[in-house]
């Protein structure tokens, strides 16, 4: 069973867009919700992270929208570059021990 | 460079054969984790271990896997009697541990295995 369900598996935004990817999760004993950005070849890096106690969190021009009553959560990148073009994980986890990650968003930004 | 290293970062092996993965963390992190991820998945965790201490493998877990962190710093993840389903990439992730609330994994480049 997906723990963490994410959406869209891809995803065509032109420069300069917004790029939205959403995760969903029935766990209510998670409390840490990070983003993870991969290129190919690469380990996931760290973009962001949530914890419940706040609706929103902003990094540049990474945000994190989350929605605690809907067990939703929701990355948005701003002003999206080609630079921007990799696959992005939402991932959950309670009290920090194992971490469920989402099946992933391939994200292209067009030129 | 003091990211997370794994060694080594391709193997190819015959069906049958065993192999032995390394990671070696960030040097004060107590945590390690190890992950599989396949082409189009997401990473799925293995186990994971607090010092030298293993403290969870995923119900998922062939016994044919094993993990050891003897030391409380690098950590290997070891598979017996390889199968071509074990293909995959393997990960290695680090975090320093301080509360009961999650923390950052920082994680490795990964080891691609490919089992013929």
């Known amino acids: 069973q997906q723990q963490v369900k994410q959406s869209p598996q891809s995803l065509i935004v032109q420069k300069g867009g917004i790029s939205i990817i959403n995760c969903a999760y029935e766990?209510?004993?998670?409390?840490?919700f990070p983003w993870y950005q991969q290129f190919p070849g690469k380990g996931p890096a760290l973009l962001i992270a949530?914890?419940?106690?706040?609706s929103e969190k902003k990094e540049g021009r990474f945000t994190i929208s989350f929605n605690k009553s809907a067990k939703q959560f929701s990355l948005h990148i701003m002003d999206s570059q080609p630079g921007d073009s990799a696959t992005y994980f939402c991932?959950?986890?309670?009290?920090?021990?194992?971490?469920?990650f989402g099946t992933g968003t391939s994200l292209t930004v067009i030129p | 460079d003091t990211g997370v290293s794994q060694d080594p970062r391709h193997k190819i092996t015959k069906r049958g054969q065993n192999v032995t993965f390394r990671c070696d963390p960030i040097?004060?992190?107590?945590?390690l984790y190890w992950y599989r991820q396949t082409l189009g998945q997401g990473p799925e965790f293995l186990t994971y271990?607090?010092?030298?201490?293993?403290?969870?493998k995923s119900r998922l877990l062939s016994d044919r896997f094993s993990a050891e962190r003897p030391k409380g710093s690098f950590s290997t993840l070891e598979i017996q009697r390889t199968e071509q389903g074990d293909s995959a990439m393997y990960l290695c992730?680090?975090?320093?541990?301080?509360?009961?609330?999650?923390?950052?994994?920082?994680f490795g480049p990964g080891t691609r295995l490919l089992v013929l």
């Open positions: 992730a680090s975090s320093l541990r301080v509360d009961t609330r999650g923390e950052t994994q920082y």
């Open positions: 766990n209510t004993a998670f409390d840490y």
């Open positions: 949530i914890r419940p106690d706040v």
């Open positions: 991932a959950a986890s309670a009290g920090g021990n194992q971490f469920y």
């Open positions: 040097s004060e992190h107590n945590r």
């Open positions: 271990f607090q010092n030298e201490a293993q403290l969870e």
